[in-house]
């Protein structure tokens, strides 16, 4: 802080005049005493301030002064840049460890799917697995109609064996899919896919299949089944197989089925029924 440097026995009459509202300060550099304008109170304040100089005016200009102005200035502008260099040098070696690491990982990463590799089976079994479920939730509201004669009232015929079966409660209403799979040919009876607006209207087909026999109108001999995928198609094929030979290898005349929801199957045996007499 710099002010008109003056001797305390030579003040002029400016000085006098705002005595009670000046503070004299000294010098840092001359030792001369020059006023202020501020109470004692404020001065205080800024004493208390390490990097508060009072300096007066013609020590301000003297080549001295500014050559120590400037090499302080000088000073702190490059303690600054050494300061701003040694943290880029951080940066820069932190940024080059994370590069590291990140290659380091990208090289893990790109061998978890390797052909063959734990994971990548794991990902394949669990795609199939996902494929073989919505497959089976597309398919859990239909049925497939075997050994009905193709003609063009298949509808009809269709229609009245779901009304027979279920007491009347389903119908034409709730059905939103029939058709024959496959190409035609005149040799074979294509079956039939019907596809139900509801699970619950399968669900009481087949809970009450066994009334197929009286349906009438030539239609006992149709066969009811669930639309399965190809790979329950294996599975309960291979099931119905083995319970066949287990029932084949049988001495005991036990009988064997295969039962359960789909998907659920398994085999069940139980004593033959014996002839009465």
Known sequence: MAGKGR??????????????????????????????????ESLELLKA??????????????PSIKDQVIKTVESGKAEICDKINSLSKEIRSEIDAIKVKLEANEGKMSGLDVPGSKL????????????????????????????????????NRVC??????TGGVCGETNIIKLVRLGKKNDTVVRPILVKFDDVKVKELVFKNVFKMKSV??????????????VEQRDELKKLMDDARQMEKNSTEGILYRVRGDVGKWKIVHFPARKESN
């Open 216 to 229: 009438g109108d030539n239609l006992s001999h149709v066969g009811l089944s669930h639309d399965l995928t």
């Open 7 to 40: 001797s305390t026995k030579n003040s002029n009459s400016d000085a006098l005049r705002c005595e009670k509202e000046s503070t004299d300060v000294q010098c840092v550099c001359c030792g001369i005493s020059f006023a202020v304008g501020m109470t004692e």
């Open 120 to 155: 990548c089976d794991e990902i394949s079994n669990f795609r199939n697995e996902m494929t073989r479920s919505f497959a089976s939730v597309e398919r859990e509201a239909n049925i497939v109609v075997f050994r009905l004669s193709e003609g063009t009232d298949d509808r």
């Open 49 to 62: 301030c390490d990097n508060v100089k009072f300096v007066c005016d013609e020590c301000l200009k003297s």
């Open 160 to 165: 009245k064996i779901i009304s027979h079966l």
